[in-house]
């Protein structure tokens, strides 16, 4: 949980899981209500961080080793902490930010097996301990998911999603390591089943849960 006034919330899942129209959705509902807020989202959110985040993506940096990729992905998390979501939190506002530590043992400890050991490791110094009070991970049929985030992505952002196509074990692995993840820390997961559901349906579960939460707060 974080050990700030403010209230931290990320979304999770795979490609094509919905996560920034979610997001986006959430930013604006919370901004009517006059609740203040900020979006943000990983890898990016800073200056050093667009420009780390250009290099995971970008198909022409191409085979990373997983934990040269993991120290890529903690060094654009770190400015992120430092710069932007500490600050955010310490003056009392509600941040979101799309992807987080939970991406980082999904993807490089369930799906590049980079030991798990390592990564709460780093996810802890490189945050000071600031976790998500919630996260919404957002689940998703891997092929369908893929499908989707192939028609929105733009090519200079396709690394990831090139690989998923050769080795769908990988995505199948992120997914289940999310699923892992959230059984594991049920106080803190909200799983949504976004499959068979409309970006309005999904929404509404979302909201409901926040705000419970934020009231819960006072
Ligand atoms: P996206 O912003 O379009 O979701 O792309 C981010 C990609 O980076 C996505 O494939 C997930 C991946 N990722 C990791 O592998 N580890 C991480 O820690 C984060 C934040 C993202």
Redesign the pocket.
């Given at each position: 949980m974080s050990k700030n006034p403010g209230f931290f919330i990320t979304l999770e899942g795979?490609?094509g899981s919905g996560?920034?129209t979610q997001a986006d959705y959430l930013f604006s509902f919370l901004k009517e209500a006059n609740i203040p807020c900020f979006l943000t989202?990983?890898?990016?959110g800073t200056p050093l961080g667009d420009r780390i985040?250009e290099l995971?993506?970008n198909p022409k940096s191409g085979v990373i080793d997983p934990l040269a990729?993991?120290f890529l992905?903690?060094a654009?998390?770190r400015e992120h902490i430092k710069q932007i979501i500490g600050p955010a939190l310490g003056e009392g506002k509600v941040v979101i930010c799309?992807?987080?530590?939970?991406?980082?043992?999904?993807?490089?400890g369930y799906?590049?097996r980079v030991p798990l050991s390592y990564l709460y490791y780093l996810n802890d110094i490189t945050t000071e301990g600031i976790m998500p009070d919630l996260t919404v991970l957002l689940d998703v049929e891997p092929q369908v998911g893929l499908s989707r985030?192939f028609s929105h992505?733009s090519e200079e952002?396709l690394?990831?999603?090139k690989e998923?196509l050769v080795s769908k074990e990988f995505l199948w692995a992120?997914r289940d390591g999310y699923l892992r993840l959230a059984q594991e820390y049920p106080e803190r997961f909200l799983v949504i089943d976004t499959t068979n559901r409309s970006e309005e349906e999904v929404f509404a579960m979302i909201q409901e849960v926040v705000w419970q939460r934020l009231r819960g707060r006072g």
């Open positions: 795979i490609e996560k920034t989202r990983e890898p990016g985040r995971l993506l990729e993991t992905f903690e654009s998390r799309v992807r987080f530590t939970d991406s980082t043992l999904a993807y490089q799906g590049r985030s992505t952002e690394r990831f999603e998923f992120v």
